[in-house]
């Protein structure tokens, strides 16, 4: 039985939002693990949840990384303008926030690491993902990013520090907000939300056993 270490992180309440899917996704995937999880596999989940904050949001998710050892790393935030599921495809390195941080701090046109890349892709498998999203009615989109504010600085930090590691995968979800009524409103069922998440692990489970090809992964 090949054992997976999963992290997957949230962020604390914002402001406004009664029911933030970046907490409750992450805490009830650690509660009720991963159901379908591919032949031969045993997962592991470990939730984190992370202040909106430039300064503490990447070295608190690092800290968990640090203990766990995980393969699989999947962070999300919120877009509370969209419909569905978003998949985001590139973490850019700067920061231009258009309001204060936790800290209070509103760092404007700035690098996140001046001495490294403009940009990273993710690693998630984003094809694989959107068949399995598309089999089961899941609404989803791809995003070119992850804005410029504290969501795209944690996504920039992670992808950073994985790509000096081997055969580890991370990337970056934004969830809607949550719509229990199905209408035609923003969001989605939070039990939705849930079986993406879901399918997301199980594709990157998938995607990790695979033998190294070189092929391009996304989308």
Known sequence: MEQFEVVISGFDPYDGVEI?????????????????TPAGTSV????VMLPMSFAKAWPTLYDVINTVHPQIIIATGLKRRNRGIALER???????????DADNVQPRRVPITPSSPAAY????PLRDIL?????????ATLSSDAGTYVCNSLFYRLLDWTAAQSRVVSGFLS???VNEKRDNALGIPLGQMVQAAQDVVCASIEYC??????EMHMV
Do not use: H, Y
């Not at 933030?20 to 379908?36: A, H």
């Open 20 to 36: 933030n899917p970046s907490r409750e996704v992450p805490m009830m995937l650690q509660r009720t693990g991963i159901p379908d």
């Open 44 to 47: 592991r989940v470990t939730s």
């Open 90 to 100: 590139c973490a850019t390195n700067i920061i231009d926030a258009d309001k204060p």
């Open 121 to 124: 892709w993710t690693g998630l």
């Open 131 to 139: 068949d399995t999203f598309a089999a089961q009615n899941i609404p």
């Open 175 to 177: 969830f809607p907000m």
């Open 209 to 214: 056993r695979r033998p190294p090809s070189g």
